[in-house]
């Protein structure tokens, strides 16, 4: 079991461009989120998946975009860079909504300039 | 909206000694308060969990307490050794079926 992956570990973006943030889980939970972690803060939720084919919105979603493309895949998509982006990126899965563990993958590290 | 509030933000203690970290959050129909703990560089990962129906529960070294009338839980370590240094956060289950997490504390075990 590799848990929850996530690519890219590290990415640098200028001002404007796009990217996608892929994450994948193989405990078959149901419950899929994006947080953001920015220096010395806890973590901020984006956007999270109830169940293959709902997304809601989190704390901060503006300037994100999610696809829950199937109930292994979340993808998270910044359509137009900025620097007030930058930041750690952790996704994560559980198996209820929210009443058991959230297991987390390693974290993309994100900057852009 | 839904927060919760977590003190200190940083606590250093001497080795075996005991560290408390407590949270105030605001939504009283919450029932489920894990923490989770944080190493330097790694992904966050769940140390113990309590649910409205429990005060308190203990796991080794570490306990949790929770008063939902005065809407406090507590992270309690003891005998703390070097490698309990991290970040740890506290959460909450809010409306919609999604955690809420406190800011954060760092704690630092001197040897």
């Known amino acids: 079991n590799a848990g929850v992956t996530q690519t890219p570990k590290f990415q640098v973006l200028k001002t404007g461009q796009s990217m996608t943030l892929q994450c994948a889980q193989d405990m078959n939970h149901n419950s899929m989120y994006w947080y953001r972690q920015d220096p010395g803060m806890g973590l901020r939720l984006i956007y999270y998946s109830a169940s293959e084919g709902t997304t809601d919105k989190g704390e901060v979603p503006n300037g994100y975009n999610v696809s829950r493309l199937n109930k292994r895949e979340f993808s998270l998509r910044l359509e137009s860079a900025a620097p007030s982006q930058t930041s750690v990126y952790f996704c994560?899965?559980?198996?209820?909504?929210?009443?058991?563990?959230?297991?987390f993958g390693p974290g993309t590290r994100l900057t852009v300039t | 909206g839904e927060n919760v509030e977590q003190h200190p933000s940083t606590l250093s203690v001497q080795e075996g000694d005991s560290a408390v970290i407590k949270c105030t959050y605001s939504d009283s129909a919450s029932n489920y308060f894990p923490w989770y703990k944080q190493e330097l560089g790694k992904r966050p990962q769940l140390i113990i969990d309590?649910?409205?129906?429990?005060g308190e529960k203990k796991d080794q070294r570490i306990a949790v307490t929770l008063n939902k009338t005065a809407k406090h839980f507590s992270l309690h370590i003891t005998e703390t050794q070097p490698e309990d240094s991290a970040v740890y956060f506290c959460?909450?289950?809010?409306?919609?079926?999604?955690?809420?997490f406190g800011g954060g504390t760092r704690v630092l075990v001197k040897p």
């Open positions: 309590i649910r409205s129906n429990v």
């Open positions: 959460a909450f289950k809010a409306a919609g079926n999604k955690l809420t």
């Open positions: 994560a899965s559980s198996d209820h909504r929210g009443a058991t563990e959230q297991y």
